[in-house]
């Protein structure tokens, strides 16, 4: 199955900046996936990312605050915008990898201060 | 929208006994897939089912889909503490809609 490396794993950052994570796909996939997890809490989806398209956002979620790059197809980026202390949650990209279902990367922990 | 329940959210059991992770969604499955997550780390996939009656096995866990696709389990044999995790259930929605559905997910333990 695809391996992600993401990156950073974790990262404690000053409130009002602004932090930008990547996912690195080993293979190519057509559709990337970035989820919130918020402390105790479960996954929830923040938007699909598709090569050569905008990315699509779930409710509650904004490209302004999230702002989605997806060059190519082995590759994406997820921002995390003028960041407030509710934003501290662990962020993973995924992508839809056929019969192995859905691979996760590794998370970023993300703490702000 | 699609919900899933897990049960129990939580679960302490000694090493060697067995032990068993529902999952119950509100709509039919068309994909169901386990993920274990270590604390703060990323998901490891397990298992995905997706046909009524479906039943996987990997070591020592085992999946089951029921034939009405609204149900799934999750059994471990003689844990050990390299079981202990969070067990999550994610359902994807069919059609052209891949996105994911997770549960809350359950937080085992396993005393050595």
């Known amino acids: 199955s695809a391996v992600i490396s993401q990156k950073p794993s974790r990262d404690i950052c000053q409130r009002g900046t602004s932090l930008t994570i990547q996912c690195q796909v080993d293979?190519?996939?057509?559709?990337m996936f970035w989820y919130r997890q918020q402390p105790g809490q479960s996954l929830t989806l923040i938007a699909t990312?598709?090569?050569?398209?905008?990315?699509?956002?779930e409710s509650g979620f904004v490209i302004d605050k999230f702002p989605i790059s997806r060059p190519n197809l082995t590759f994406s980026t997820l921002t995390v915008s003028n960041m407030s202390p509710e934003d501290s949650s662990i962020y993973l990209c995924?992508?839809?990898?056929?019969?192995?279902?859905?691979?996760f990367g590794s998370g970023t922990r993300l703490t702000v201060v | 929208s699609q919900e899933l329940e897990q049960s129990p959210q939580s679960l302490i059991v000694q090493e060697g006994k067995n032990l068993t992770i529902n999952c119950t969604s509100s709509?039919?499955?068309?994909?169901l897939y386990w993920y274990k997550q270590k604390y703060g780390e990323g998901l490891i996939f397990l298992m995905m089912?997706?046909?009524?009656?479906e039943e996987k096995s990997h070591e020592k866990i085992t999946a089951k889909l029921d034939e009405k696709k609204q149900q799934s389990s999750l059994h471990i044999t003689a844990s050990q503490p390299s079981h202990a995790g969070i067990y999550l259930c994610?359902?994807?929605?069919?059609?052209?809609?891949?996105?994911?559905?997770f549960g809350k997910g359950t937080l085992l333990t396993v005393n050595p």
């Open positions: 995924s992508a839809s990898t056929g019969i192995y279902g859905y691979t």
């Open positions: 293979s190519q996939v057509t559709m």
């Open positions: 990312a598709n090569q050569g398209s905008e990315a699509t956002y």
């Open positions: 709509k039919t499955l068309y994909g």
């Open positions: 089912l997706q046909k009524g009656g």
């Open positions: 994610g359902a994807d929605s069919g059609g052209s809609n891949y996105k994911l559905t």
